[in-house]
């Protein structure tokens, strides 16, 4: 039978919808491609990256090298309009207009949160449009670090651990430890990001073996931070180190004297101070005239029987510490024999004094006689022989002109 043929719609089989979709990703590139400028464009806008710490102000600077009197625009990391030209766009008292020519947008961001990091977009509204990006990286800045592990006071010869923590830095800021002026190694940080934060808490433990010299040495921990100047923020506290005394006994009187007063005191450095002391005699008992009252031991008066080596114990409840003296007394015959001859030696220097200067007076004295003053005087000459005084005067060595002058020497 002759039957007619009708026209039927072809829709598109699953396989040629895939082949449309690359198609429109082919133009929609091709389209991208041809909206890419130059580096030598003029009006291509150009930007910088910068760091900021939280709680900072950062500038944002967008420049091109010519102007077409087409609009610079900022735009934050949300693609929110902050200003296009002079004009606010987003209500946010912390960014300001810091300057609007033809060929240059700047704006800042005061009070930087960590919220603030991201890239921001610089656009000028050409045919095509132009942009530029800038990445702004937030610092933040660690909590100034706090030591543990003095609570108690460390015995000498004990190990003690603390502990450094510092919080809140963005990247993780790094640790270190100080013994008075020396860095000392302690173990490696241990870093913990915060939850539902961009930031991390950072410590680090230091073991030290402790003597009494360590006692009140201060030990320091300093964070160093991109955002910190060096030393900028760090802890310092001193050890507290107990040790027994280490005990010294001083006399009254460098000379002890048969006869007079006499006593010692005990003194002892340790931490705590000693609060207890105790005098003893070595070998035997304490002389009858000899009294004990704390750290001073006392004798009323000392006789050749004192003779020997006295011991003081203190005790400061960590531990026990002993000192000793010897005690030699000297009798008054036998200062009495040094004191004769401490003044025949005083008599000897001062016999040779006077001899010296009885010798230099009759130096002085023949000096000052042969230089002694002369007075001259001489007459006319030739006046003896003449018969009376005119003559005399006419026979005179060249009258007055010519006589000699008379002269006079002193010293």
């Not at 940080?189 to 009494?212: F, I």
């Not at 004769?340 to 030696?345: F, I, L, S």
């Not at 007055?400 to 006079?408: Q, R, V, W």
Request: proline fraction near 6%; charged fraction near 20%; include cysteine.
């Amino acid at each position: 039978t002759g039957g007619s043929v009708r026209p039927t719609m072809a829709f598109p089989s699953a396989p040629s919808a895939l082949w449309i979709v690359s198609l429109l990703t082919v133009l929609f590139t091709a389209v991208v491609h041809s909206n890419i400028v130059s580096d030598d464009d003029p009006l291509q806008p150009m930007t910088s990256d910068e760091t900021v710490s939280v709680g900072g102000t950062v500038t944002l600077t967008c420049k091109v090298a010519e102007s077409d009197n087409s609009s610079l625009q900022w735009s934050n990391t949300a693609q929110q309009t902050l200003y296009f030209g002079e004009k606010r766009a987003l209500r946010d008292n912390r960014i300001q207009l810091h300057r609007s020519t033809p060929t240059e947008l700047s704006i800042t961001i005061a009070d930087v949160l960590l919220s603030d990091e991201g890239e921001y977009t610089c656009s000028i509204f050409t045919m095509p449009v132009r942009t530029a990006r800038a990445t702004v990286t937030v610092l933040g800045v660690p909590d100034k670090p706090q030591i543990s592990g003095f609570e108690t006071p460390v015995r000498d010869g004990e190990t003690v651990t603390l502990t450094c923590t510092s919080t809140g830095s963005k990247p993780p800021a790094t640790l270190s430890w100080y013994k008075g002026k020396t860095e000392v190694e302690g173990r490696p940080n241990v870093v913990e990001s915060v939850p539902d934060e961009p930031t991390y808490n950072v410590s680090s433990e230091l073991t030290l073996e402790v003597s009494a010299s360590d006692n009140n040495v201060p030990i320091t921990c300093v964070v160093d931070h991109p955002s910190l100047a060096p030393g900028d923020k760090r802890s310092e506290q001193a050890l507290q180190v107990f040790y027994s005394p280490e005990v010294h006994i001083s006399p009254d009187e460098m000379l002890p004297i048969e006869g007079q007063k006499f006593s010692l005191r005990c003194s002892g450095k340790a931490n705590p101070e000693p609060n207890d002391f105790s005098w003893e005699k070595k070998d035997e008992e304490l002389p009858p005239l000899a009294k004990a009252d704390g750290a001073v031991l006392s004798f009323s008066m000392l006789n050749k029987s004192d003779n020997g080596v006295y011991i003081c114990h203190a005790d400061n409840g960590v531990g026990k510490g002993m000192g000793e003296y010897t005690l030699q007394v000297q009798d008054t015959t036998a200062m009495s024999t040094s004191s004769g001859v401490d003044h025949a030696v005083i008599g000897g220097v001062v016999a040779v004094i006077v001899f010296i200067l009885l010798c230099l007076l009759i130096v002085l004295g023949r000096y000052l006689i042969r230089h002694k003053g002369t007075y001259l005087t001489h007459e006319a000459k030739g006046s003896d022989d003449a018969p009376d005084a005119d003559t005399a005067i006419i026979n005179a060595e060249g009258g007055h002109s010519g006589a000699e002058d008379k002269k006079e020497y002193f010293i």
